[in-house]
Every structure is written in structure tokens, then in C-alpha cells.
């Protein structure tokens, strides 16, 4: 039988020391973890869920069950990667399901679709940039659901969040090998969709970004009143959509044109009520 893969480089003191002073019950030290780790569960979830709004909620949950699990932890891993495991088996397990798991559409019928409304030349509406970004990363985020979910944890965790084939697998709960092939499966099927579908990744393929629009603002899956991710609040400091489509110029392969999103911040709304839930007496660490 395999044995539990290893998680990793460990945490450090000052972490172990901000946990111990939570644990027993110190509510800055609670409040300091949930600073930390909300913007990345908040990019986790986003990149599993695909609309902001679900991936509030998720992200919610998942810190929710993080601190009520606080005095669980035992450093075998840095506190953010023990973190994402919480999340992940959170969304792995997640009810709601996005219209393409639904449909139980694949890349292939994705890449059908896409041929059509496919305009012939380049949309010059008003505020073409701002909608071809948001075409572009509205499109990305499809593709990934695309996958099993298990293929799209393995690839949102090694190639988007450059984490190891070691923490992968311990975030995921599997072994090494079995973490290894789901990423192989989901690289060779998002990197085929790609090279045959998205102008992006290939100039030769048929689809480019700036044909879409037209189609993507008559179906209603891009508002230009309020655009889901091409003005979205990062973190402060992060990267914006033009550092992410500039890195994704330089680096041009399947990771960097997925994962060319800016470092979105989790809403300050929602944090605000997990503060509030925090205080209501539900966890008893902080009684």
C-alpha cells in the first residue's frame, strides 16, 4: 500500500507560535490567519467554481471549517497547504455544480461551440480591451471546467499555482503517482483544446478573443456593466491583467495562458461576515 505522500517544506516557528496563540483562543491571531490565507483559498475556489459569486461562498466555507479545525493541525505542512487540502476536499465534494459539469461538457463539444457566432473580424465596439481581457479570462475559466474535477485540482495546484507533485498530492489526498497521471491526463487535454482551438496559444488556431465578443455580449456570458474578471479587486500589490497578459506573451505555453489571471483579492464583504460568524460563539476556541 502507498504511504501518505509527503506535504512538503514545513511551516516555521512564527507560524506554529500564530496557531498555538489561536488555538488558545487569542481572536487577533485567529483574525491574522484568516488575513492570510483568504485571498489564496479565495483564488482556489475561483479557479474550481468559476463565477465569483460561488467561489465567495466556497472560499467562506472552507476558512470556516479551517479555523474549527485549527486545533487539528500539526504542522506536517505549512499552514496554507494544510489549508488547501481542507478546501479542496471541500471542493471536490461541492454539490453546485457549473454549467459545463451539468452538461458534462468536454473540451471537444467546447471547442464546437466556440466556432459559433465566431465573427470575421475583431470587435470594435466601445470598451473592446476591457471586454477582450474579459472574453479571454471568462474562456480560461471554462476550459478548466471542462476537466474531472480531480484533473483540475491537479492542474490548478502544479501548473497555476506552481506548487510540487509532493504537495499536490498530499493537498489532494492521493498518492504521488496517481496525483502524477491526473495532471498528465488534464495537461494533454487542455494542451490539445489549445493548440487546436485557441488563437492565443496557437496563431494558426480559429478562435481568437477579440471574434468572440460579439457573441459572448449577445449570449450574456460577458456584462459590460459589471465584468467578473477583467475588473476584479486583486491583492494589494498583485499581480493586475496587464502583468498577467504580459507574462502569458513571454511564456506561451498551456500554464501561462490559463493561468494568466490577475492575483484576485477575496471580497471584503464576505470577510466581513466571516468576522461576524467568528464572533457569534459557534467556535468554541474562542469562547
Known amino acids: 500500500?502507498?504511504?501518505?505522500?509527503?506535504?512538503?517544506?514545513?511551516?516555521?516557528?512564527?507560524?506554529?507560535?500564530?496557531?498555538?496563540?489561536?488555538?488558545?483562543?487569542?481572536?487577533?491571531?485567529?483574525?491574522?490567519?484568516?488575513r492570510q490565507l483568504q485571498d489564496p483559498i479565495?483564488?482556489?475556489?475561483?479557479?474550481?467554481?468559476?463565477?465569483?459569486?460561488?467561489?465567495?461562498?466556497?472560499c467562506q466555507e472552507i476558512l470556516l471549517r479551517v479555523v474549527g479545525k485549527l486545533d487539528t493541525w500539526r504542522g506536517e505542512a505549512k499552514?496554507?497547504?494544510?489549508?488547501?487540502?481542507i478546501g479542496v476536499n471541500y471542493l471536490l465534494n461541492l454539490k453546485r455544480k457549473t454549467p459545463q459539469e451539468a452538461a458534462q461538457l468536454s473540451l471537444d463539444q467546447y471547442s464546437e461551440g466556440l466556432k459559433?457566432?465566431?465573427?470575421?473580424?475583431?470587435?470594435?465596439?466601445?470598451?473592446?480591451?476591457?471586454?477582450?481581457?474579459?472574453?479571454?479570462l471568462?474562456?480560461?475559466?471554462?476550459?478548466?471546467?471542462?476537466?474531472?474535477?480531480e484533473e483540475r485540482v491537479a492542474?490548478?495546484?502544479?501548473?497555476?499555482?506552481?506548487?510540487?507533485?509532493?504537495?499536490?498530492?498530499?493537498?489532494?489526498g492521493t498518492t504521488a503517482v496517481a496525483y502524477r497521471k491526473r495532471l498528465e491526463r488534464a495537461k494533454k487535454r487542455l494542451g490539445?483544446?489549445?493548440?487546436?482551438?485557441?488563437?492565443?496559444?496557437?496563431?494558426a488556431a480559429f478562435c481568437k478573443c477579440p471574434r468572440r465578443v460579439g457573441k459572448a455580449l449577445e449570449l450574456g456570458r460577458v456584462d459590460p456593466r459589471r465584468p467578473a474578471f477583467a475588473e476584479?479587486?486583486?491583492?494589494?500589490?498583485?499581480?493586475t491583467v496587464q502583468e498577467a497578459e504580459s507574462q502569458m506573451a513571454r511564456l506561451h505555453d498551456v500554464a501561462a495562458v490559463i493561468g494568466a489571471h490577475p492575483d484576485y483579492a477575496a471580497p471584503q464583504a464576505k470577510m466581513d461576515a466571516i468576522a461576524g460568524i467568528l464572533g457569534s460563539g459557534r467556535f468554541p476556541l474562542l469562547d
Open 1 to 34: 500500500m502507498d504511504s501518505e505522500p509527503e506535504a512538503g517544506q514545513g511551516p516555521d516557528e512564527a507560524e506554529r507560535e500564530l496557531v498555538t496563540r489561536a488555538v488558545a483562543g487569542d481572536r487577533t491571531a485567529v483574525g491574522e490567519i484568516v
Open 138 to 149: 471568462n474562456c480560461s475559466q471554462a476550459m478548466l471546467q471542462c476537466l474531472a474535477r
Open 192 to 203: 490539445n483544446f489549445l493548440t487546436s482551438t485557441c488563437g492565443v496559444a496557437n496563431p
Open 232 to 239: 476584479h479587486p486583486i491583492t494589494p500589490g498583485g499581480r
Open 42 to 58: 479565495y483564488r482556489l475556489a475561483l479557479r474550481m467554481v468559476w463565477r465569483p459569486a460561488d467561489a465567495e461562498d466556497a
Open 79 to 85: 499552514l496554507l497547504t494544510w489549508a488547501y487540502r
Open 116 to 136: 459559433d457566432g465566431l465573427a470575421e473580424e475583431d470587435y470594435r465596439g466601445p470598451e473592446s480591451t476591457l471586454l477582450v481581457h474579459e472574453v479571454r
Open 155 to 172: 492542474f490548478v495546484l502544479s501548473d497555476v499555482f506552481e506548487l510540487s507533485s509532493a504537495e499536490g498530492a498530499y493537498i489532494s
